[in-house]
């Protein structure tokens, strides 16, 4: 299929991209366009004018502070995958991007555009959530900031408010004594994910959980903080018997959707299995170790 006509503006500036979309009500900003133009092509938008920020080199920029780690909109999956600033400030999010797609896909997808398009079996959002990012969002009104839990609302919906765009993301800086699990399961190489688990484990001196993050993806219809499965952790020894406990209540929360590709019941087991996974590898300091 074909896209519905469109007009084309390429800004060299965030001013200008933000000129554009005030004065156009249904603009899309164009980024890798991984997501966005099949859904042109198959006329899922149709928008008036599409708005291409590929040569705002400031949105391109990986900078690392004391506070974190911050990523510009235009920041590309192949930049993370191969960045040692990235794989030293942020592990999870490395690990995380050698499952999105393929390789192609890589090379030209951003972390502004999976953001934008909230894709429910996306790996990015479900990291930034685990991690508790940042999304700033800048318009004419000015800039705002949004956190993780926030700027996700559902299937394909984001905190974006019209004539605004996403510029940036910051993830805080990665606690010394923090264990990680990343756990998905998809029935080909490059396919989104059927589920998801995510783990951030932090621990105190004496090897007692002071605080946890867990997250399931890909299950339902946005990636999901498992709140009483944290509950059950923080505090404990991380025992045995308690990351199967967490493991069991998560696949109890994370809302699990029936589609074409899998029914809930399957989801919500599989989701369990994933989530012990990594659980013991968070429980390992990040190695893939097995605790159970």
Partial sequence: MKPAPFDYLRVHS???????????????????????????????????????INHISELARIDVTPDGLTLGALVRWHELESSTAVARHNPLLQCA??????????NRGTVGGSSAHADPAAEFPAVALACDAMFSLRSARGMRTVP???????????????????????FPAWPERRGWGFEEFARRAGDFALAGAIVLLDRDADGICADASLVSFGAGDRALHLTRAEDCLRGSLLAVDT?????????????????????????????????LRALNAAAGSGRRKKVA
């Fill in 14 to 52: 965030i001013d200008e991209a933000i000129a554009a979309l005030t004065d156009h009500d249904d603009a899309v900003i164009l980024a890798g366009g991984q997501s966005l133009v099949p859904m042109l092509n198959f006329r899922l938008a149709s928008p008036s004018l599409l708005i291409d």
């Fill in 97 to 106: 991007v050698h499952h999105i797609a393929h390789y192609q896909i890589r």
């Fill in 148 to 170: 993780a839990a926030e700027f996700f609302r559902g299937a394909l919906e984001t905190a974006l408010e019209p004539g605004e765009m996403l510029v940036a993301i910051q």
């Fill in 243 to 275: 990351l199967v406990e967490a493991a069991r209540i998560a696949a109890e929360d994370c809302e699990p959707k029936s589609d074409m590709h899998a029914p809930a019941e399957y989801r919500s087991a599989l989701l369990e299995t994933l989530m």
